[in-house]
């Protein structure tokens, strides 16, 4: 084989959805002949053989400006993991985010995170729950929050951005210490919640020594269709979530808003972004006994339309200043009023959560795995002082989890995750 | 409006597709003239309006000979719930379940359970989450616990089947009192998550009084798609689950394995069918450390094919007393050997979960909601009985819930859920 036909005939051994027709030619569902690959394309840190691969099934590419699942449209699935770092030096950290680079890479583009070795008496690369799955719009988010630089053994104290710190305790906040912080984070969305799983589980996998799990959190959102165009999701109360968000195919808003600019914030996060994380538990039976008229002053929203207070279309202008027989239309203690009064903007990208049964109530422990991404911390947190103590929706709310994270900016081809933090 | 006329009108309302257009033309998104209805449809027991709507997308039939959601082939979400019966009389249990009648109908026509009222001051008659979302395949399967028939105030001690009992204790169960056990299971299936969950939080709701939650667990299964076939779908050790299944599509085979037959039980159940539920975790860590040919011994099967060890096809016959060598190609230990060694089928219709970071460990809390029903609880007791202590896969798994339901025959029109228990 010449290295053109060995390179074409690698792509094809390892995508997921061509593994299993080879497999079966063997039989006992071992690849021939890639015995010499694993571990070798992680020693190289850029995988030659890797790119974004045009004739991949619903896939989004790896490689770009910035990185997947922030302006990517609709996710359906999310599993979110909050990890701690264990790494004893710069270039073992760095070491691993190379490696994640790789994996990334195969992932997105359906593929397993490393060809099988046909050693049958060594643990599979892959974890193998996702073959036959194509790469179901799977999308990877890194990040790193403010504890991961006060590791001394990791030398990166200087590199910290100043506005990258805990994010303050919130007037209600409840948090709970198992939904809180992390050195490191990763989000993966997808079409289908167990190539989501399976990308996570490969991930943290592969850097065993490096990163231990803190916390975890799965979500999704459901849509309706118009045509071949997803409607904005609703929440567990039932109301429209994220109609307010800047265009993402708006290439001024997003770095007006979203991505941090050149001189905003340390140089390794130009193109990057700051995304906030909260667990909001969500009290359904509260909620569920409050009167249509009520809900709808909360939010300041119509529910079935999603439109404000009196208008007729989501997308119609708040007219925070309306005014009707002497009383605001949108009251002034609603969430909207409340989260348009500051003029600051945020890209809201959250999902619900159902984990069963809260054993302390005997209700649902249910409710919003809250995600925004912003340019700098300060836009989210204006937004919640100004729900503060006033907002309506407090009554019906408990904030139980809370991190931070700084998402670098997306790869180029031939680097890695994070390159510009490790030099 | 005649009443033909009214009835085709109300249809149109009550979809949770059609409903927007409709709320549109009022802005307030409310639905004028409904107001009479709420609670009317309720206390007349039989919803004169319902049935299974052919129109309706991505439907399954309410009614028929059994419940939906058994023979139901390849669900992708499930919301299970166990819950706790508080009804004080069999005429509250059996009121209730003639509502949940009713709503079921309604839901799986992709309906709201009961149409929105004029009066904006009263709480939503439905939550509204699933607003705009179709049928999606939601399938709704309702069981009793041998705890229900404990209860004097109920008066069904005579109705008891004598074996509908919890389960023995298996020799290496390791229960956790928060996932066991249950009067009453509702069992959500559908394509969307929010549409499972919709269901069962509005079954709940307006069973307030008569039953709180005992515990409930959300899985997901993802299946690789042959054309427009879906393959055996794969657990989270990524061997596929069900392989051994009886053929849904053969009424020969449901009866002899899966429907209960008249004279086999009370006959309340006949055409109903024992469900029993076990929450295992999947140590995936430890799994992840095993080698591919350890982990196939395991199970006894090839793991990307499906096939038993040494064949080719998924379906071939395991072949169980093959020897090569001086040794069984199945290995006596291996999981599947033990399974098929006692003549009992049972159909397996398992969920993958995740559940987050287990915080006594740092592993996942992952694994497989398992699901089987059979017309025996015996057929599942012998098959666990046989795993025993011998069974290679025990080293990866450990039970943590466990319950068994009778599960009621089908709904005839007219009729309501467990009419022939609550005569």
Redesign the interface.
């Known amino acids: 084989m010449s290295e053109q036909e060995e390179q074409s005939f690698f792509k094809k051994e390892i995508s997921r959805r061509e ?2 027709k080879i ?2 030619i063997g ?4 690849i021939i002949g890639a015995s010499a690959l694993p571990g070798v394309l992680n020693a190289l840190g850029a995988n030659p053989f890797v790119d974004d691969d045009p004739s991949a099934e619903n896939k989004v590419n790896f490689y770009g400006k910035h990185q997947s699942g922030i302006a990517t449209k609709d996710p359906e699935h999310v ?1 979110f ?1 909050s990890l701690n770092c264990t790494a004893r030096s710069k270039a073992e950290l760095k070491e691993m985010f190379k490696v994640w680079t790789n994996q990334s890479a195969e992932l997105m583009n359906g593929r397993l995170v490393e060809p ?1 070795s046909s050693n ?5 690369a892959d ?7 194509d790469a179901s719009h799977l999308t990877l988010t890194f990040g790193v929050g403010p504890s991961l630089f006060e590791k001394k053994e990791l030398g990166l104290q200087h590199m910290k951005p100043k506005e990258l710190k805990d994010l303050p305790h919130f007037p209600k906040d409840q948090l709970d210490p ?1 939904y809180v912080g992390g050195d490191i984070s990763i989000q993966a969305c997808a079409d ?4 989501a ?1 399976h990308a996570v ?1 490969n991930l943290v ?1 592969s850097a065993r020594g490096k990163v ?7 979500g ?3 849509y ?1 269709m118009k045509g071949k165009r997803k ?1 904005t999701p ?5 109301f429209k979530d994220g109609t307010g968000n800047p265009d993402v195919d708006n290439v001024k808003e997003m770095n007006k808003h979203v991505w941090v600019q050149a001189g905003d914030s340390k140089s390794w996060l130009s193109g990057g972004t700051y995304m906030a994380v909260r667990r909001i538990q969500m009290h ?2 509260t909620w ?6 009520a ?2 002053a909360t939010f300041g929203r ?4 999603g ?1 404000p207070l009196g ?2 279309g989501e997308m119609d202008d708040m007219g925070l200043d309306r005014v009707e027989n002497g009383s605001p239309v949108i009251p002034v203690n609603s969430h909207v009023y409340l989260a348009k009064q500051v003029k600051d903007r945020i890209l809201r990208r959250s999902f ?1 959560y ?4 809260d ?1 302390k109530t ?3 422990d ?1 409710g919003l795995l809250f995600i925004s991404f912003q340019k700098h911390p300060k836009q989210f947190i204006n937004i919640q002082n100004s729900f503060g103590r006033v907002d309506k929706l407090n009554e019906y709310i408990t904030h139980r989890g809370s991190a931070l994270f700084a998402c670098f900016p997306g790869v180029k081809k031939g680097s890695y995750l994070g390159a510009e933090l490790f030099v």
């Not at 974890?127 to 799955?133: I, K, R």
């Not at 119509?302 to 339309?305: E, I, P, T, V, Y």
């Not at 159902?354 to 049964?357: A, L, P």
Request: no cysteine; charged share 25%.
């Open positions: 593994m299993l497999a079966g039989g006992a569902g071992i599993y993991v099988y049958t008496l060594m643990p599979p974890t193998g729950e996702a073959t036959g799955l198992d289908d919640p167990q190539v799983f589980r996998r231990t799990m803190r916390w975890s959190q799965t999704f959102n459901s309706e409607q609703r929440n567990l109360f039932a359904l039976e569920d006994r409050t009167a249509l008229s809900q709808e119509h529910r079935d339309s439109a208008k007729k619900s159902s984990d069963g049964v054993r005997g209700t649902f249910a």
